[in-house]
């Protein structure tokens, strides 16, 4: 993916101090801060605790802003679709309590989380382009944060860096990493049936209930399944 797509991404995110119409769905992308030295004690160039613990925090998420449609996670990025633009800060808050205990809970190094991850969100002001920055993050830079973060790598495209690898490393990429370390994590919400007791005749009922489901999804280009999932308040429409 060409570097200046990266850098389109990057400008759409950094303007953040504009407010968008409380109707509009937007986007809050919520990134770690200070990671590098955070993550000194855990497994690189990814660590399926800090996963763990980033998509139970996506999904918390989801259930504590009603107003969000889709959570998508991938190294120590959060991405968060829906009417909640005006909530920044509290969302930036809500990671950092809820990753903190997912990670310690998923089993954390001694004494790494002595210094408790902090985050920060922005929210881009250019909604036309939350599937653009979906597909950016799962088909480019999660490809080259799950290889390595050195310098060398910088401005390279996803392609080339799987590439490099491949010919320095006699690794593939494909084969050698776990699916959420390829794509990312998408978390939305389902409706699932179940049964219950109705509180006034005591009888047996039949629910719709609703939970969280995450899946490791490839965001490789736009078609209208994908440009639907976004907006979407479920994996699939609800009964």
């Known amino acids: 993916m060409s570097t200046s797509l990266e850098v389109r991404m990057e400008s759409y995110e ?71 633009c005006k909530l920044t800060s509290l969302a930036a808050g809500y990671a950092y309590v809820r990753f903190n205990y997912h990670l310690a809970e998923a089993g954390a190094p001694a004494g790494q989380l002595e210094g408790l991850a902090h985050f920060d969100a922005r929210c881009p002001t250019q909604r036309r382009h939350r599937t653009t920055s979906l597909i950016w993050r799962a088909k480019g830079d999660c490809r080259r944060n799950s290889i390595a973060a050195a310098k060398e790598l910088h401005g390279m495209s996803a392609v080339a860096v799987v590439e490099k690898v491949r010919a320095e490393k006699g690794v593939d990429f494909w084969t050698a990493t776990p699916s959420w370390a390829q794509y990312g994590t998408t978390v939305k919400r389902e409706k699932y049936g179940g049964t219950g007791i109705d509180g006034m005749t005591g009888e047996q009922v039949e629910t719709i209930r609703t939970r969280t489901r995450s899946e490791d999804m490839a965001w490789w280009g736009f078609n209208e399944c994908d440009l639907e999932l976004v907006t979407e308040r479920y994996w699939d429409s609800p009964p």
Request: proline share 6%.
């Open 14 to 84: 950094a303007a953040s101090d504009q407010r968008l119409p409380d109707d509009q769905p937007a986007l809050i992308r919520i990134g770690g801060h200070g990671f590098s030295k955070f993550t000194r004690g855990f497994n690189k160039p990814f660590d399926a605790r800090i996963h763990a613990a980033m998509v139970q925090t996506a999904a918390g998420l989801l259930t504590y802003f009603p107003g969000a449609s889709l959570a998508y996670t991938q190294s120590d990025e959060l991405t968060l679709v829906g009417r909640i």
